[in-house]
């Protein structure tokens, strides 16, 4: 390749990554000059995984909790075959076993339904959303009136305050 074209890469790569030009060049080497590869090992540099799922899956909240959940699972190679499965959630940091209890109690409610998801662990699960999250009014519709129709409509916001809380905490996600 010449050098003009290696330039024009260079500042191709810099401009979209926001980065100065050493390290896009840098990063270009690296990956045969291929500018995709460059972009990913940039952000794999820059960001954690935490931080590059929430940038790739914002636009739905919800299936970015449930992606950061299952990158924690893997992490810490907890599989869903685990007689100790539980356990080992709780043992994470707080924040952290909160997120992951969340996003499974979610992915049963579609699985199972509203309705049967009210007895899987629903103390702990409002707890979180109560406190944590900071969304009473949710927490208590699980606890009290047991509304389908109110939890549904509170999804959205549910998520979104679970996306915040993953941001607030970060450093203690992989």
């Given amino acids: 390749m010449d050098d003009a074209r290696r330039r024009q890469l260079t500042d191709i790569v810099a401009a979209k990554a926001g980065v100065d030009v050493a390290c896009a060049a840098r990063h270009l080497a690296l990956h045969d000059?291929?500018?995709?590869?460059?972009?990913?090992?940039?952000?794999?540099?820059?960001?954690?995984?935490?931080?590059?799922?929430?940038n790739k899956y914002?636009?739905?909240?919800?299936?970015?909790?449930?992606?950061?959940?299952?990158?924690?699972?893997?992490?810490e190679d907890i599989r869903s075959d685990s007689v100790l499965?539980?356990?080992?959630?709780?043992?994470?940091?707080?924040?952290?076993?909160?997120?992951?209890?969340?996003a499974e109690w979610?992915?049963?409610?579609?699985?199972?339904?509203f309705d049967s998801a009210l007895y899987a662990?629903?103390?702990?699960?409002?707890?979180?959303i109560g406190g944590a999250l900071d969304l009473?009014?949710?927490?208590?519709?699980?606890?009290?009136?047991?509304?389908?129709?109110?939890?549904e409509s509170r999804r959205?916001?549910?998520?979104?305050?679970?996306?915040?809380?993953i941001e607030r905490h970060t450093t203690q996600f992989p």
Avoid at 65 to 75: D, G, I, K, N, R
Avoid at 106 to 113: K, M, S
Avoid at 121 to 127: C, F, L, R
């Fill in 58 to 75: 914002r636009r739905d909240p919800e299936d970015a909790l449930q992606h950061v959940a299952l990158a924690v699972l893997q992490h």
């Fill in 106 to 113: 979610l992915a049963y409610v579609d699985w199972e339904g």
């Fill in 136 to 151: 009473p009014e949710v927490a208590a519709n699980l606890l009290q009136a047991r509304d389908a129709d109110v939890f």
């Fill in 85 to 102: 499965r539980l356990e080992r959630i709780a043992a994470l940091a707080p924040p952290v076993a909160g997120v992951v209890m969340l």
């Fill in 33 to 54: 000059d291929d500018v995709a590869a460059a972009l990913r090992g940039i952000d794999i540099e820059r960001f954690t995984l935490t931080q590059r799922l929430l």
């Fill in 121 to 128: 662990n629903i103390d702990a699960v409002a707890a979180f």
């Fill in 156 to 165: 959205p916001a549910l998520a979104a305050a679970a996306l915040l809380f």
